[in-house]
């Protein structure tokens, strides 16, 4: 049904569209009855979406679908958090994360899963990946001077059931 290479196009896209291009002028969430928030971005016959609640802590989900069919194709949990004694506040660290996140989903040339590090004068993102498209673990960690002020941690899992594998 769906290849890895177009898999990580439509997650790139789709994280690209929903967080990194937010703004105050651009909010392409609308609310949501079982989240705070929820976003769609139907991509050829797949949709990405992306739903959220709470601010610090915050978690969501991100799923991709295949038009005609009801069940996930991609499915993603996320918690993240700033801590409480952090002498930055949580907008300032979200808006450093969404810079960071922003030029990692347009330079990570197709491979959204590889480690990746940011540096933004007293600020430094890592974010790193353990497992693959069948279990996915991603941590994201957030530094300023050096010290640990947010994290967050993400979970997801590919229906290998469709995987269309194009080398068969």
């Not at 609310?31 to 978690?59: E, V």
């Not at 590889?114 to 540096?119: A, H, K, L, R, W």
Request: aromatic fraction near 18%.
């Amino acid at each position: 049904m769906i290849t890895q290479d177009r898999l990580m196009q439509i997650l790139i896209k789709g994280r690209y569209e929903c967080y990194a291009r937010k703004s105050t002028d651009y909010n392409p969430y609308v609310k949501s009855d079982l989240y705070d928030w929820k976003f769609t971005l139907p991509i050829d016959n797949y949709s990405f979406t992306d739903a959220y609640q709470g601010f610090n802590p915050y978690s969501g989900v991100e799923y991709i679908y295949v038009d005609q069919i009801k069940l996930p194709i991609w499915s993603c949990d996320y918690i993240g958090y700033v801590n409480l004694d952090s002498i930055m506040s949580a907008e300032a660290i979200y808006a450093f994360l969404k810079e960071a996140r922003g030029i990692h989903l347009m330079n990570c040339q197709g491979n959204l899963f590889s480690d990746y590090e940011y540096e933004n004068e007293f600020l430094r993102y890592k974010t790193y990946f353990q497992g693959n498209l069948a279990g996915l673990l991603q941590k994201e960690e957030f530094f300023y001077k050096n010290k640990l002020v947010a994290q967050q941690l993400s979970a997801g899992r590919l229906n290998e059931q469709l995987l269309r594998n194009p080398s068969r």
